[in-house]
C-alpha cells in the first residue's frame, strides 16, 4: 500500500511542479492545489497506512503491542488542508480578478506593477 | 483537570500541576493580545469609527506585555510554557528566549507607530474592509513565530500572517495590487509548502516537533537520518520568506502596490520573520548542518546584497528604490549567519532589529514625501529640502542608518559583522558588505539630493499634495528614529539583548535545558 502510495506522491510533485511552470495563471493555481495534496499525501503516507487498528495501549502496557498508523501525522494534515483549502479559494478569487482587472491569465502581459521600459531614474539635475 | 490529585492515576509524570501565576502569561500574551482584538474587531466590522482606537490600545498593551517579557528573560533567562499543561515534549510550547522576545518587542513597536500613521493613510473604505483587524492578526502571527518553540506551530504562525498579509495588500483592489498580489501570494504559498514537506521530513526523521526536544536528538541521528536534506530544504523555504536572491523576485514585485502604510510594515517584519526561522533552525536546530552550508549561504548573502543595491540604483519609484534596500540588508543578515560565529550572530540579531525599525521608517517617510510632494517618482520630486526641513532631516537620519553611518543604528551591527567577517578570514564577506554599503548611500543619497535639494519640478502636480499631520506624519516616524538613535549613540543595552541572544543561538544547550529542566510550567 505504501509503495503504490509513493510513486503516486511522486506523480503528484511531477505534474504540479510541471503545472507550476506554466506561464498561465490557471494552470499555476492547478499545480499549486495538487502541489498542496500531494504534500497531504506525503506526510499521510509517512505515518504508515493500515486498517482499523487504534493506537491505543492496552492496560498494564507501557507501549503498544504492534505496529499501528501514527495519530500525529493525520492531524498535521487536517491542519494543513484546512490552510491549504483556504488559499486556494482565495487565491482562485485573485486570479479571477486579476483577469477581469488585468484582461490576461498570461504572467508576461502582468506587467501593471512593473512596467516594461520603465527607464533610468534623473541621472542629474 | 489534571490539578485533581484525588484521580487514581498519576499524573504529575505528564502535566504541569502547579497553578500559572499571572506574570507567566506574559509568554503568550503577546500573541493572545492580538488575536483577541483582532477577533473583536471583525465582530464590529462596520463600526469603522472604533477600529483605530481599539487596535491601538490593544497594540499598546501587546507591546506592553512585550517588554514584561523581555524584562523577564532578562533576568530569569527563557520563559516556557506549554499549551494543555503537558509537560515537554507533549503539547506545544512557547518559548521565549532573548532572540524572540527582543525581536517580538521590537516588531510590536513598529506596528503600533504604522497603527497610528494608518490613522491618515487608511480612509473609512480602508477600515471596512478590514484594515485594522488584519494588521492585528498579522503581528499576532508574527509574535507567534517568533514566541513559539514548536516548528509545526511555527509553519501555522507563518500561515497566519502570509493570509493576513494578503488581506493587507489588496486592500483598495487596484490594478496595480491585484497584479502584485497574484505574484506575491504563489510564490509565498509554495514557500509555505515547502516549509510543511520539510516538517514532514523532519517529523519523519526525529518523531518530534519540540525544537527542543529536535535540538537534543539531533547528535544521535546525524549518522543514520537524512539531516542535510532536511536543513537544505528549510533553507530553500526560509531563504524564500527572507527574500533571499535568488528567490526574492516576488518582493519588488508587490511591495510598492499597496498602502504605504501597509509597504512599511511588509518591508519591516515580514522578511525579517524569515531571517529569524533561518536563525533558528541553523544554529538551534542544525548547528552542524550549517556550518556544512555556510559557502553557499555566504554566496547567497553576497548576491542578496549587492544585487539587492544595484537593483535599487535602476529604480525611479521611491518604493520600489525601498523595497531593493530592505533584500539588500537581507543580505546583510544572511552574511552573519554564513560566519556563525557569536560575534557575527549578535551582529545578526542587532541588524535585524535595526532593519525592523528603520525599514519601517524608511517607508512612512516615502509616503510622507509623497503626501509633501504629490508624486512617489523621483523624476517629479523636487523642491523638498525648502518646504519641508524636517521632513530633510528625517530623511538624511534614515539614510545614514540604512547605510551604516554614525551616529545612527546601522553602524554597530555592520561593525560586528565586518570585525566577524575579518576574523573569520571571510574577506570577500567584508568587501562585499562594505560594498553595499556604500551603495546604500549612494542609492539614498540620490533619493536625498533629487526629491529635496534638486529645485522643485514643473511636473509635479500640487493637486496631490496634503499637509503632513504633526502625529500621525511625523511623529510616527520620529518615534521610530528614537530607539535607531539610541542604538547609534549609546548601544550597551541593545548590545546585550543581541550578546545574549546570540549566546542563546550558539549554545542550544541552553535552549534545551529552559524546556526539559523547568519542566513547562513557567
Not at chain 2, 541572544?501 to 529552559?514: F, K, V
Amino acid at each position: 500500500m505504501e509503495t503504490a502510495l509513493t510513486g503516486l506522491v511522486g506523480l503528484f510533485y511531477a505534474v504540479s511542479i510541471y503545472m507550476m511552470l506554466s506561464k498561465h495563471i490557471i494552470r499555476v493555481l492547478l499545480g499549486i492545489a495538487i502541489f498542496g495534496n500531494a504534500v497531504n499525501m506525503t506526510i499521510f503516507t509517512a505515518g504508515r497506512v493500515l486498517r482499523e487498528v487504534p493506537p491505543i495501549i492496552a492496560e498494564g502496557r507501557t507501549a503498544l503491542d504492534g505496529v499501528t498508523a501514527n495519530p500525529l501525522p493525520q492531524a498535521l494534515i487536517l491542519t494543513a488542508i484546512v490552510i491549504s483549502f483556504s488559499f486556494f479559494a482565495f487565491l482562485l478569487v485573485l486570479a479571477y480578478r486579476a483577469y477581469q482587472e488585468l484582461g490576461t491569465d498570461n504572467t508576461d502581459e502582468m506587467r501593471i506593477a512593473e512596467p516594461e521600459g520603465e527607464g533610468l531614474p534623473p541621472l542629474g539635475y | 483537570m489534571a490539578a485533581e490529585t484525588s484521580v487514581p492515576v498519576d499524573t504529575s509524570a505528564a502535566f504541569v500541576l502547579g497553578v500559572t501565576s499571572l506574570i507567566d502569561w506574559a509568554v503568550i500574551a503577546p500573541v493572545a493580545l492580538p488575536i483577541l482584538g483582532g477577533a473583536l474587531l471583525l465582530m464590529v466590522r462596520h463600526r469603522t469609527r472604533l477600529h483605530a482606537a481599539v487596535a491601538f490600545a490593544v497594540l499598546a498593551a501587546t507591546f506592553a506585555a512585550c517588554l514584561v517579557l523581555l524584562w523577564r528573560v532578562m533576568g530569569e533567562g527563557t520563559q516556557v510554557m506549554t499549551m494543555g499543561r503537558w509537560l515537554p515534549p507533549y503539547g506545544i510550547t512557547f518559548q521565549a528566549d532573548m532572540l524572540g522576545a527582543a525581536f517580538a518587542t521590537t516588531a510590536t513597536f513598529a506596528t503600533t507607530a504604522a497603527a497610528v500613521f494608518a490613522l491618515r493613510d487608511i480612509n473609512a473604505t480602508g477600515r471596512r474592509y478590514g484594515f485594522y483587524p488584519f494588521l492585528l492578526l498579522m503581528i499576532a502571527g508574527v509574535n507567534g513565530a517568533f514566541l513559539t518553540g514548536d516548528i509545526f506551530n511555527l509553519y501555522v504562525w507563518f500561515e497566519v500572517f502570509v493570509i493576513s498579509s494578503f488581506g493587507l495588500l489588496i486592500l483598495g483592489s487596484e490594478r496595480r495590487q491585484i497584479d502584485g498580489a497574484v505574484k506575491y501570494a504563489v510564490l509565498n504559498l509554495i514557500a509555505t509548502t515547502v516549509f510543511l514537506i520539510t516538517t514532514g521530513y523532519l517529523y519523519g526523521v526525529f518523531g518530534t516537533l519540540n525544537m527542543a526536544d529536535i535540538a537534543r536528538k539531533a547528535d544521535g541521528l546525524r549518522e543514520s537520518g537524512p539531516l542535510m536534506t532536511i536543513a537544505t530544504l528549510y533553507l530553500l523555504a526560509f531563504g524564500m520568506k527572507a527574500a533571499a536572491f535568488p528567490l526574492n523576485f516576488w518582493l519588488p514585485a508587490s511591495y510598492h502596490t499597496p498602502r504605504i502604510v501597509t509597504s512599511a510594515m511588509f518591508g519591516g517584519l515580514l522578511t525579517k520573520v524569515g531571517v529569524y526561522a533561518l536563525l533558528r533552525t541553523f544554529t538551534t536546530l542544525f548547528p552542524v548542518e550549517r556550518a556544512v552550508l555556510s559557502d553557499v549561504i555566504a554566496v547567497v548573502a553576497v548576491l542578496t546584497m549587492v544585487l539587492g543595491v544595484l537593483g535599487a540604483l535602476a529604480q525611479t519609484d521611491i518604493r520600489r528604490t525601498i523595497g531593493f534596500v530592505v533584500i539588500s540588508g537581507i543580505g546583510t543578515m544572511l552574511a552573519g549567519l554564513a560566519i556563525g560565529s557569536p560575534l557575527a550572530l549578535s551582529g545578526t540579531v542587532l541588524y535585524a532589529i535595526h532593519s525592523i525599525l528603520i525599514m519601517t521608517a524608511l517607508y512612512l517617510l516615502a509616503g510622507l514625501m509623497r503626501e509633501a510632494g504629490g508624486s512617489f517618482s523621483l523624476h517629479e520630486l523636487g523642491g523638498l529640502y525648502r518646504s519641508h526641513p524636517l521632513l530633510a532631516a528625517m530623511m538624511l537620519a534614515l539614510m545614514l542608518a540604512a547605510a551604516g553611518l554614525p551616529p545612527l543604528s546601522g553602524l554597530w551591527p555592520k561593525v560586528m559583522l565586518v570585525k566577524a567577517a575579518i576574523e573569520g578570514q571571510a574577506w570577500w564577506l567584508t568587501g562585499a558588505i562594505l560594498l553595499s554599503s556604500v551603495l546604500t548611500t549612494i542609492v539614498l543619497g540620490r533619493v536625498f539630493a533629487l526629491s529635496f535639494w534638486r529645485p522643485q519640478q514643473a511636473l509635479a502636480t500640487p493637486a496631490d499634495t496634503r499637509p503632513i499631520d504633526p502625529i500621525a506624519g511625523y511623529g510616527t516616524v520620529l518615534v521610530l528614529l528614537v530607539p535607531a538613535v539610541w542604538i547609534g549613540l549609546w548601544p550597551e543595552p541593545f548590545l546585550r539583548i543581541a550578546e545574549t541572544a546570540a549566546a542563546g543561538l550558539a549554545d542550544p544547550g541552553s535552549y534545551i535545558g529552559s524546556v526539559f529542566s523547568a519542566q513547562g510550567g513557567s
